[in-house]
């Protein structure tokens, strides 16, 4: 009954265009940006800025990324870690490099450079499509991880080959408490999921779902391959990057370049699967199940009073998450975001069933 | 509206012996024919006799290995489809090539990316250029909609509609583009007599409203012989007539063609 559309008019094509059409979704965002932003801060702990938040921002923000590859042009990649790692490691050596470069530029440029990076990686795809792809990405996970070891430039030669960084500071902020890092990474995020939106419901999102669709006929109609495909990765990798500089620079503070392997390529995969391909929304909602999950099944058992072995709860977790993973993909194969759907629908004639 | 008091112009586009093959196959040989402008030109013939890949010839996706085709004025041998799309020949396909995951709206707006030219950084901040743009050219969709009679159908995903309204989609997405030369492959196959109509007339009002040149395929010869000013009849890639409906009916070859002959 709250949630509908009926009597609500629109007069432009201008209104019938905005992200939100309804004024309940309005509202409801605000809200959600107003416990983000204010809400969260106040109650949070930093268990669960560091454990949950914070890398629920950078690892959503590379599923974001993700998904505009995948889920709107319809190239599979697996190289999601590498470009991660590529955007930590300019990030770091623009951060170390040069100093007192102000830390918005350094993202921009981190992710300028992992979009160049992408761009190239993106050349097969003008040749190749599907898992043929995926395989020919495969090559920048395992070449770049070896690269950032390999050239010690990258890394000052770094005895260790641990990357560490420095302390943040934006125009006088300092970004030290993980509170402070964690309303930097959700700024970030938001600005760059709105840019996302934006993308996708103009132009080069018409362009990029197009060839996802039918390239053949996205051709046909005048839309040049080349570009479309070339500029989804160069997106999608500026997006990867910036969560790439994130993830070291608000949650990990230090790591080994080869971090960035295959596992988070999978994870990020995973996410957008789980979460839905093709939507935003739903690329918040798989990070946040993938991240979650295991963070729950290692917590519930011992509130409910069974005292289960370490080793028990780990493997258990494993096998609870693949369980899981297969039940979504079967009952929902368009993902969390598709079910979010599918609810507002349903609400929109509650209680009646239609 | 009768034939004869329609303008139909110069030639629009020249095709001149055309030959294509695919390994061994020949699909067309030595076809020349020209389509005029403001026309509706019909190409006929039996199943596999090479019209689609005459259509596909046109519009740059095939390169035939020997001929020409004048276009404008402009003879060319080959062209990449995007450059057909960008000097104004638009198509639709036998089997629907709609993007199935995105609505009505997207769909036509898509067909219409041409003619806009929002970039990257500019569509990512939207407010401003982009959103003028973006509401510019959906007015223009708009009177397409309405045009073609798909008002209720604009915010659902083509996937989900029946399979004549996909067709009137594809149309309207082809109709986006505004196009100088349209290419229709069988707009009618697997249509009731009503849709049939229904796509007759709104065939017949874009020739006559917008000017647009078409250049169609079709199996029905009701309504080939109707709506068409002159007909191209192919078979086994070569061409065995060409002229007005009544010529080309009473055509010996055609008739052997479609009929059968003894040996």
Known sequence: ????????????????????????????????????????????????????????????????????????????????????GVGAVAAWNLATRVPDLNLVVI??????????????????SLRIKGFYLAVATLAAQFFLPWLFVKWGWLTNHAASGVITV???????????????KYLFAL?????????????????????????????????????????????????????????????????????????????????????????????????????????????????????LGFDLSTALVSHLEFMVFGALIVFFLIVEPHGLARLWQITKEKLRVWPFPY | MSVADKKIGDVLLKVENISLSFGGVKALSDISFEIREHEVLAIIGPNGAGKSSMLNCINGFYHPQQGTITYRGEKRKQMKPHEAASHGIARTFQNIALFKGMSTLDNIMTGRLLKMKAGLIASAFYKGPAEREQIVHREFCERIIDFLEIQAIRKVPVGRLPYGLQKRVELARALAAEPTLLLLDEPMAGMNLEEKQDMCRFILDVNDEFGTTICLIEHDMGVVMDISDRVVVLDYGRKIGDGVPAEVKNNQAVIDAYLGVQH
Do not use: H
Request: hydrophobic letters at 55%; a neutral charge; glycine letters at 12%.
């Open chain 1, 1 to 84: 009954m709250l949630y509908r559309e009926s009597g609500q008019y629109k007069t432009t094509y201008g209104a019938d265009q905005a992200i939100f059409t309804i004024p309940q979704d309005r509202v409801f965002f605000a809200l959600l940006m107003l416990v983000a932003f204010v809400g969260i801060p106040l109650v949070a702990t930093n268990y669960v800025y560091t454990a949950l938040l914070i890398p629920f921002l950078c690892l959503s923000l590379a599923a974001l990324g993700l998904n505009i590859l995948t889920g709107y042009c319809g190239q599979l990649s697996l190289g999601t870690g590498a470009f991660m």
């Open chain 1, 107 to 124: 993202f921009i440029l981190a992710g300028l450079v992992t979009a160049a990076v992408g761009m190239f990686f993106g050349l097969p």
């Open chain 1, 187 to 303: 700024g970030v995020v938001a600005i760059l999921a709105l840019g996302a939106k934006n993308m996708i419901r103009s132009n080069p999102g018409r362009q990029w779902m197009a060839i996802r669709d039918m390239d053949i006929a996205a051709e046909i109609i005048g839309i040049r391959p080349v570009v479309a495909k070339l500029t989804a990765f160069a997106v999608s990798s500026f997006y990867i990057g910036v969560a790439g500089a994130l993830y070291l620079f608000v949650y990990l503070g230090s790591a080994e370049p080869d971090g960035f392997g295959i596992n988070l390529s999978f994870q990020a995969l995973f996410m957008i699967i789980i979460g839905g391909l093709g939507s935003i929304l739903g690329s918040f909602l798989g990070a946040f199940f993938i991240l979650l999950l295991p963070i729950f099944l290692t917590r519930v058992p011992p509130m």
């Open chain 1, 166 to 180: 420095p302390p943040l500071t934006l125009l006088g902020w300092s970004i030290d408490t993980p509170m402070e």
